[in-house]
């Protein structure tokens, strides 16, 4: 007999102590549903949990792979699941006597605070709500759940996820928020919590009269329709505009698809003994191991989030300037304050990780909405893994696996001048949501901020609150600062994970929209394009364009400490690209472990260079070997010192100096009275300096005559450098100083090559060993990858080369055919587009360069087992990059003297993720 195949779940029921799912599984049933599952059903949870049901992420992928159809036995599976829900509330879905209403949420497996879309009181009808005023006793309640219900219901399901655009671009949420408003407005109301019963029938039946005239449709009576129109919409939403937006900000993969949950209703919004909040088992902004969170009495999670009105601390320590005067949880509902204390202790030690939650009192009984793993910024996000791990709650490999690379990059933002701040009057305060400093100049709309970022401005976007629809202009700016909300509003929540400068609640100024203006309290009138500086710590606002100064990490022991763990842990190096003895010391303080690019030609750009630069001119306007020894002595005395100066600085840690790489034509001066300078140095006409300027001129210079090729044309070029590095070393040697340099040949294509440049740096080793009287002068010889090329005949260059250093940012134009500083033109449509995932500048294309650097790594360990490599590209300071480099067996990644503690941190995720880890 044949075996009959058993239907695929698509439905996971939790609540009243039981669940089909658990927190693993939060591929298939998304972050919230996993969790909701988790706390309902787990043995040492079994939290209060209303009861509801999860329709998985398979059913995402089946809806959008079949046109938007769902799975047939799906409608099954859901009145299976309800029924259980309806049995374990005692109530009846789409029942005139005893109703069950239920909320619909997204739930996807990575947190996407606001990106998709809610629908709460989901049943309501004019017959239903009867039986709702009879359970309740409630009318306003009842009316009140019954006009959001609409709003939520005609903004989600029947404009957005109907495709209706807005009629000038207004759209109907909009609308019906100004009918709410024009009430309050007219009676003098400050809270949609003033308006009385008959008002709120009233407002009821204006709005579904509305919503048929502007959407051409009725917003529909019947509690299924109402159920499936909610559930499509939360699926639709997946694809939406901000929600896509988000994804490619956080590189979450379009395939993952979002779950639905389905969860009965409880009311936060039935009178001064019901309340809805958000709260952290510990300080988001800061990381401090204390419970914060925030509540609203008589309130739908909605208002909490949205920041229309100002939320409640939970206990003491939540209160901010904006709330001080406002009663606590504990003092208002203590029995509730003390469980949902005792909850979120529970919570903690079960994730071994900081909880947000949500959660809702009905008439002094707590339930639990929601719990999920808090987002937070970096400050917080290593001073929680640092005490955690002293807590003996994780290990050092989870500790250390908490902090994601760039987030330290927020603890090494750089904050307002503390002179200058001191001496200046802030024009308002509001909440510091976002840490550091920022600065730009106004702009009062998402689309604005896009549009002006796109023009290199820096911008800092004022709202009055943000939704998710601003998510572009939001990431797009320095700063955000926002009139309304708390510390849980979707600014702070979004700005918090991504560690951007925020200040939300600022009640001391006013917006004006239609004139694209704030005036401040102190009178203080600001309009779009004015400068503001803003300090997120603090949650200060300053007028006008104010210094910003680096942060001192010395004084932040969690860091310290968590680099103490990064560093037992890692087996990749990590060194810095530095030209400057200043640059090499920041460096060495980030952990650096020696300078992996040393640019020869640094020396003829800014401070101090004017001489060596005028003497390197007449170098290369030189005709005879003659003119140019003469020009390249004098020029000698300057490249020794730089050299000298900075190894000094190394203490013996390997300093990798790249031979002059740039052609020379971009050494040549355009300023007239500089070019009258040079033909009277050399002693000849204008016109004949002209002339020789000329002949310097290439058709494509990336490719022209540079790196090695100078060396190969003028052999002296080479010689003067390579002296100027022994006599440098051998000078610290006999001063008592360690230092150890490496010749890097740039831009080679062919073992012969350096076959003739070592030729050079042999025979004027020879010359410094016996001019300095040193029997060795200890250096290594190699080169830098950055031809595709010399990747291919890697073999038979490591015959001659100690070390080879990839050149990532020219092996990737080369490889690409892009050209770096061209690619604006068209790189951001192809990464729209999905023709290209990654910038290749930004992140390593590890498919095609990134075949290159194995390939040319593992041909060059074939020839010579110990080679020395690393790479010197700006991808070194990429996390994702730093991972791969790590997989190919480098020895060090070098980068900028800022990227080092990222670069140090993200070698220990990819010792720990290979299990390669000390």
Not at 157 to 172: L, N, Q, R, S, T
Request: proline share 5%; with cysteine; glycine share 8%.
């Amino acid at each position: 007999m044949a075996q009959v195949k058993k239907a695929a779940k698509y439905v996971y029921y939790f609540g009243g102590g039981k669940a089909d799912g658990n927190e693993s599984m939060k591929n298939l049933l998304g972050g919230k549903g996993a969790n909701l599952a988790e706390m309902a059903g787990h043995p040492k949870l079994k939290l209060p949990v209303p009861p509801g049901f999860t329709l998985t992420t398979e059913v995402c992928t089946a809806y959008y792979n079949n046109k938007k159809k769902y799975p047939v036995v799906l409608d099954a599976q859901v009145k299976k699941a309800l029924a259980a829900v309806e049995k374990e509330m005692g109530k009846k879905f789409g029942d005139v006597n005893n109703p069950l209403l239920v909320s619909v949420r997204s739930g996807a497996r990575k947190s996407m605070p606001g990106m998709m879309e809610t629908v709460l009181d989901i049943g309501l009808n004019e017959k239903t709500i009867e039986g709702v005023i009879k359970q309740s006793g409630d009318a306003r309640f009842a009316y009140d759940a019954y006009r959001r219900l609409i709003m939520m219901y005609a903004d989600v399901v029947m404009e957005k996820a109907g495709g209706i655009e807005p009629k000038g671009g207004k759209g109907i949420r909009k609308v019906l928020d100004e009918k709410l408003e024009k009430i309050k407005h007219k009676q003098g109301y400050k809270f949609d919590t003033d308006l009385t019963v008959n008002e709120l029938k009233a407002l009821v039946k204006d709005f579904k009269a509305t919503v048929l005239k502007v959407l051409g449709k009725p917003f529909p009576d019947d509690p299924y329709e109402q159920l499936w129109g909610s559930i499509g919409a939360v699926f639709s939403s997946w694809m939406g505009k901000r929600a896509c937006e988000y994804r490619r900000i956080e590189k979450i993969p379009d395939e993952w698809g979002t779950a639905v949950n389905v969860q009965a209703m409880v009311f936060g919004n039935m009178g001064d003994t019901s309340a809805t909040g958000v709260a952290f088992t510990r300080n988001p902004g800061n990381g401090e191991n204390k419970f914060y969170g925030e509540y609203l009495l008589n309130a739908q999670g909605e208002d909490v989030v949205a920041g229309i009105r100002t939320p409640a601390p939970v206990n003491e320590y939540s209160k901010n300037d904006q709330s001080k005067h406002l009663p606590t949880l504990e003092k208002t509902m203590p029995a509730a304050y003390k469980q949902l204390f005792d909850i979120q202790k529970r919570l903690e030690k079960h994730y071994k990780d900081m909880q947000d939650i949500e959660f809702t009192i009905e008439k002094g009984v707590l339930f639990m909405l929601q719990c999920r793993v808090g987002k937070r910024n970096g400050v917080a996000a290593v001073r929680m893994a640092s005490d955690m791990y002293n807590e003996k709650l994780i290990d050092a490999k989870t500790a250390i696996m908490r902090v994601q690379p760039n987030q330290l990059v927020e603890l090494l933002l750089p904050m307002l001048d503390p002179k200058i701040q001191a001496a200046t009057k802030p024009i308002a305060k509001g909440l510091p949501a976002g840490p550091g400093g920022a600065k730009g100049r106004v702009v009062f709309s998402s689309n604005d901020a896009v549009e002006w970022a796109s023009r290199g401005e820096k911008v800092i976007l004022v709202r009055e609150e943000t939704s998710p629809e601003d998510v572009d202009g939001m990431h797009k700016s320095q700063a955000i600062l926002t009139t309304k909300g708390g510390m849980t509003s979707h600014a702070a929540l979004v700005a918090r994970g991504w560690g951007k400068c925020c200040i939300v609640g600022c009640a001391d100024i006013e917006i004006h929209s239609e004139t694209k203006s704030f005036k401040a309290n102190d009178g203080t009138y600001i309009k779009e394009g004015d400068w503001l500086s803003l300090d997120g710590t603090k949650g200060l606002v300053y007028l006008g364009s104010m210094a910003l100064v680096d942060i001192d990490l010395d004084k932040n022991m969690a860091y310290k400490n968590l680099m103490k763990l990064v560093n037992k842990t890692r087996t990749l190096k990590v060194r810095t690209n530095a030209e400057t003895p200043e640059d090499a010391a920041h460096a060495m303080k980030f952990g650096a472990e020696g300078i992996g690019l040393f640019r020869t030609e640094h020396m003829f750009y800014g401070e101090g260079s004017e001489q060596p630069l005028f003497l390197l001119r007449k170098m290369i306007m030189s005709k005879t070997e003659p003119e140019r020894r003469k020009a390249l002595n004098d020029l000698f005395v300057f490249v020794k010192k730089d050299i000298k100066d900075t190894m000094e600085v190394m203490k013996g840690y390997p300093v990798t100096i790249r031979l002059l790489d740039p052609p020379l034509h971009e050494f040549v001066p355009h300023d007239v009275s500089k070019l009258q300078a040079l033909s009277k140095e050399l002693g000849i006409s204008m016109s004949m300096l002209r002339r020789r300027v000329l002949a310097l001129h290439e058709n494509n210079p990336m490719l022209g005559h540079r790196g090695v090729r100078l060396g190969v044309s003028y052999p002296e070029i080479t010689e003067m450098q390579v002296r100027a590095i022994f006599e440098a070393t051998a000078e610290l040697a006999k001063a008592g100083k360690t230092a150890f340099p490496e010749i890097m040949v740039p831009v080679t294509c062919t073992e012969n090559e350096l076959i003739h440049q070592k030729i050079i740096v042999d025979r004027v080793y020879k010359e410094v060993c016996e001019s300095k009287k040193m029997k060795k002068i200890p250096y290594l010889y190699g080169t830098m990858i950055e031809i595709p090329r010399a990747a291919i005949k890697a073999d038979k260059m490591a015959e001659i080369a100690d070390f080879f250093s990839f050149g990532t940012n020219d092996l990737t134009q080369m490889s690409f055919g892009f050209s770096r500083d061209d690619v604006g033109g068209f790189l951001p449509k192809y990464m729209d587009l999905k023709v290209l995932h990654d910038d290749p500048f930004q992140t390593i294309d590890q498919d095609g360069v990134g075949e290159l650097v194995k390939m040319g790594t593992d041909r060059g360990r074939k020839t010579k087992p110990n080679l020395k490599v690393g790479i010197c590209g700006e991808h070194g300071g990429d996390a994702e990059s730093v991972k791969f480099f790590h997989r190919v067996g480098m020895n060090y990644v070098s980068c900028s003297p800022f990227r080092v503690p990222i670069a140090l941190l993200a070698a220990a995720h990819a010792a720990i993720e290979s299990g390669k880890g000390k």
